[in-house]
């Protein structure tokens, strides 16, 4: 193949790449303006009649006030979520050395992790972790979400025992987060870490579905991978990895 052409070819490759970005760029306004704005009338308004109508209302419409509120502002988290996740390699911060220790300490002071921990009386167990080289929000993101399932997925009345610890390979990190929770059924782990997928039932335990989707992207991004080691009624177990190899990555 001629020389002009596979550079014809690079440069018709480059402009789609353009292309593309342009158009990720429309489709994230669109998420975080255009179709966040009236989510967010729609919460305001309804929260404004059910503040100052309240006795206007019985009973039953007052839960249905109730339902367009928790509704709305259940769409506008899907939305926030979906946003993150279009952006994690489009807005990747730079790779650097990252003390898993001291990262796992502080996921845990977060306002609503620390919250859960006390509220449940959680006793989180943390081996001497490794420093790796990583994207360090991107990696608190992730001991965040798989920390909130172990801490959420608890039988109720029980106490959430969490065991957190780092092995190594010839080319990765890996790291196990164990947890005494309720389990996950063979049929849901299969399809908990795709986007909007849930193991449980929104009534018992809300959330958007989207958090291990979210996590498992980080990963493949540190040359990565997350999978449910465990699953029985007593015990769940969070794997994943992170490649030893990220010296050179942007």
């Known amino acids: ?5 596979i550079h014809d070819q690079l440069a018709e490759k480059q402009r789609q790449l ?5 158009e990720y760029k429309d489709f994230a306004y669109a998420v975080s303006h255009d179709l966040s704005a009236p989510l967010r009338a ?5 929260s404004f009649i059910a503040e100052d109508h309240a006795q206007d209302f019985d009973d039953r419409s007052q839960r249905h006030l109730e339902h367009i509120i928790n509704g ?9 979520a979906l946003l993150d ?4 390699n489009t807005r990747a911060e730079a790779f650097t050395k990252v003390d898993c220790n001291t990262l796992i300490a502080e996921v845990q002071t977060q306002e609503q992790l620390s919250e859960w921990i006390d ?10 972790l490794p420093t790796i080289i990583a994207a360090r929000q991107q990696m608190a993101k992730v001991f965040a979400e798989v920390l909130q399932n172990a801490l959420v997925y608890h039988a109720e ?10 092995d190594e390979t010839d ?12 389990g996950i059924s063979e049929r849901a782990a299969e399809r908990i870490f795709n986007v909007l997928n849930r193991a449980v039932k929104e009534r018992d335990y809300p959330g958007a579905g989207m958090g291990l989707a979210i996590s498992r992207k980080i990963l493949h991004r540190h040359k990565g991978e997350i999978w449910l080691k465990a699953r029985n009624p007593s015990e769940t177990v969070f794997c994943f990895s992170v490649s030893k190899d990220l010296n050179n990555e942007p």
């Open 42 to 46: 729609i919460e305001g308004f309804s």
């Open 18 to 22: 353009e292309q593309l970005e342009a």
């Open 171 to 182: 080319d990765d990190w890996v790291f196990s987060v164990t947890d005494n929770g309720i």
């Open 72 to 80: 709305s502002q259940k769409a506008k988290d899907i939305l926030t």
């Open 85 to 88: 996740f279009s952006r994690i």
């Open 119 to 128: 509220l449940s009386g959680a006793q989180v167990q943390v081996e001497d």
């Open 157 to 166: 009345g029980g106490k959430p025992h969490i065991h957190i610890k780092a």
């Open 1 to 5: 193949m001629a020389k002009p052409q």
